[in-house]
């Protein structure tokens, strides 16, 4: 399959700007150039018309709960602890398989719709969860999240862990990795730590965990052990391998030295921070220290969407508030944590998240037509302080077309928000 | 006109929460009942089909600077001073009454598009503001910003200001209401402010500015005055008359009990202030302490959109943060923010802002078609948290439709758009 992009305005890397029109040739799953327009030549099975459009990377939703779009509106407005313990876990314990798939689906078309291209999921019935991504044809880092608060579920939670990542990673055609998950420092003890970091070493895969996301669990960490989650974690090993470590809202300059050291990848989740009250992460000292922040939209129940492009925005402005400085996180930096930094924390840093030959082909392509992209001084800042997650209109994974024109190509929209809604009324 | 918006789920105050299903009559220019459904009655000279859908009061942003749109994206990433002194001024001197007629109505198009019902302007070249606000059909409260930093300015400004006040208040079939602006207490002495009270006092028109905005302000402000900016204005006599106070991000807890006990409607901007690197203005506090806080989207240059969806949502989550309470600002509150508290800011206060009888007909309708509106467990909380301005698919202001199935009702959107991408090229 060869596919033209034409005439598209493009962001290939965002440290470089924007090329104001340039001719996209794809080739099976890889960029194949990025050429002056009317430059491509050969046939093409296919032509994408990119005029007044503008193409960036795919978006990487580096940390997310995807089947959580259940519970999206489920619990409002709630002290944490009456959150996750009077709503959210009693919830969960009624789920079942069927209903994580249906809302696993619901959730890609959601991030399709938004200009997502690859994620990474940490949540409970993954073998669902990867048949979902299957069908949906999108990439991602799956994960069982393993919590053992008492020994006895040591054993059997990291079973069942390790069971899905052998039976996982590399499935969908490579479209599917597999991660290691022990849910936070606060829910696992060091044997836990300790025997994922061995299977994950094992499986050369990453650990994709919750790092010092409230002040209150750092605090009772340091009570408990006399040091951060972030320098426990370091004294136990766990950073030998790759490790996602979402949140770090609450770290010290010791901790983003060691996040730096051990080339550990922050997930910075804006949203959900602001609105469970966490506080601010301090995103702009990190990249400044050399840590890698990639961005994600944590699950639909704390968030309330999937929309990267919503959280990108609030992640560039979220920033300069916390640096006290409105120079931190500029459009560029802010667009690379969205996409690149993000395709770096799953894993494929060196295959994609930018448009160039010989990367990987997942890209998105917005309609510059609603009027919130005049006068157009700037389309990269527009991108990320204007554009909203309805802006996009094509998304492509591997060279693989999943939405053009705003129609979906690979899931039935229709039939799963039938099941959605059916399954809803059972849950009540 | 008899209009039936028919069986749509209807919010008519936000904290009463949803009606499920209503039939809502509009007559001539005002509600005349929300009904069970198929209970309306009558003849009806257009129905709309509100299944689907959601019905909401009309979004208030109460305070921008609508033709800055010309400058969206201008200037980006900047320290607040190189922003406004190399930037944004210079720019400014280059306006005229021509490209601030049509930048506006490129904002009222994204207005419109995203639901705003009414807003409070303050500007220059106000007469080609109030000309495009009557063709819009939108309702909004003008103004021309008075900047007298030297004696000399202070007589031809405060004229200005005074004149399209007399000329403006009450235009377009009362749909247009003036106020005077000092812009700031920093770029205002104590003789405009006083003039401008004495000018609102017999005009019977509010008085709207810029408060406290700024660290640096306050600190400067209480070293020349030896007091805060709100403190400093009380005293003067200018909440003698009703005040719209934009910003207040820094102010304490003797400003928050002044602001309070003079019913001054305090305007949050939340997007600005963050981008800026302003701060976070403690809009929870202010409410318990029985402050009117409204919400706005400050001008382009510094959000970078007017879509009032997207700032109730900041609104709505930063508050929690900044008040380190998930409880804090509830999705009611933050829809009240958006809502009717911005109507009390613009003097609207007794006729619109909810959705009922006798209240004037300004409202509008979200598709609910949009996959991140399921399951639907609490459709208020979706608009809050989840729902985008591009959800929006009919707006009405007084009765009178301003778009209907996306579709503009009021405003060549393409001719608009193709004047201002001249004026932009001009410009440049």
Known sequence: MRILIKRAAVIARPEEGLIPAADVVVEGRH????????????EFDKIIDGEGKLLAPGFVNAHTHLAMTLFRGFAEDLALQDWLEKKIWPAERKLTGEVVYWFALLGLVEMIR????????????M????????????????SYGIIAPNPERIEPELKRAEGFAREWNGAADGRVRAALSPHAPYTCGPEVWREAVSVAKELRIPIHTHVSETKREVMEHRERYGKTPVQWLEELGVFAVPVLAAHCVWVDEKDIDILAAHNVSVVHCPSSNLKLASGIAPTWAMLQGGVSVAIGTDGAASNNTLDMVREMRLAAILAKAKAEDPRAMPAPEALKSATQRGAQALGWGKDLGVIEEGYVADCVLFDLGTVHFLPGHDPLADLVYTASGADVEMVMVGGEILMEGRELQTLDEEKIVARCRELTRKFR
């Open 127 to 142: 073998e669902e969860v990867g048949q979902a991504v299957e069908e949906a044809g999108l990439r991602a880092l799956l």
């Open 31 to 42: 960029f194949a150039g990025v050429l002056a327009p009317g430059e491509a030549s050969g």
């Open 114 to 125: 938004t200009g997502t291209t690859a994620f990474a999921d940490m949540y409970f019935f």
